[in-house]
Nanobody, 123 residues
């Protein structure tokens, strides 16, 4: 079993920054793909960023240059550094994992999910 727990969400003014964290426990290794997803009110869940075992990253177009995904294997923790936040970034952010070491941008392949942390961007 894999347990993922997110933290770091909150309210932030437009243009601000926020860092999300996701701590993993259970039967998960550093070779797994990990990713961040978000669910915007009224829309489905969408992939935001992913990172593979070698540290290669992938981002959806709308966050490129603003968001950075990273991980600390020693702490079993995944991060999402978000900057230049806009109203459109308001969403429930969830981390996810899947037992594959490449092709982490295959958003439909993820098997394990956290409960999410809410991010609200305001004017």
């Amino acid at each position: 079993q894999v347990v993922l727990r997110e933290s770091g969400g909150g309210s932030v003014p437009a243009g601000g920054s926020l860092r999300l964290s996701c701590t993993a426990s259970g039967a998960i290794t550093s070779s797994w793909c990990m990713g961040w997803f978000r669910r915007i009110p009224g829309k489905g869940r969408a992939g935001v960023a992913s990172i593979d075992s070698a540290g290669h990253t992938n981002y959806t177009d709308s966050v490129k240059g603003r968001f950075t995904i990273s991980k600390d294997n020693n702490k079993n923790t995944l991060y999402l550094q978000m900057s230049s936040l806009t109203l459109e970034d308001t969403a429930l952010y969830t981390c996810a994992a899947v037992s594959r070491f490449m092709g982490c941008e295959a958003w439909n392949s993820y098997k394990f999910w956290g409960r999410g942390t809410q991010v609200a961007v305001s004017l």
